[in-house]
Every structure is written in structure tokens, then in C-alpha cells.
């Protein structure tokens, strides 16, 4: 795989992971607050903070 359609197909997922939570957060109601930025520049561990991410610190 060339590294120019690699990088593209990151791009890609990462944006639609970005969208993936800003979609949740709406259709639930939940409070989105930086997590689409931080997913589109981390991907899969954004999500995975989004989700499970708590102020208080609970997990």
C-alpha cells in the first residue's frame, strides 16, 4: 500500500469517527465537548474517551 492511500484512508476514518460522535452526542443528548476534535486527531482512542470518560474520574 502506498503511503499517499494509507494516509488518506486515515484521514477518512478518522474524520467519519468525528462525525460517528458528534451524531451519538446529539441523537442522545449527551454533552459532546472537545471529543470530536480530540477523535479526529486520535482516532479509535477518542471514541474510546468519548464513551468512557468521566468528569468526576469513576470509571
Known sequence: MQV?????ATLVGHV????FVTAHAHLTGEERGN???ITLF???AGVAGYF?????GNI
Open 52 to 56: 468512557f470518560y468521566e468528569p468526576d
Open 35 to 37: 471529543w470530536p476534535v
Open 16 to 19: 467519519g469517527l468525528a462525525i
Open 4 to 8: 499517499q492511500y494509507f494516509l488518506f
Open 42 to 44: 486520535l482516532g479509535i
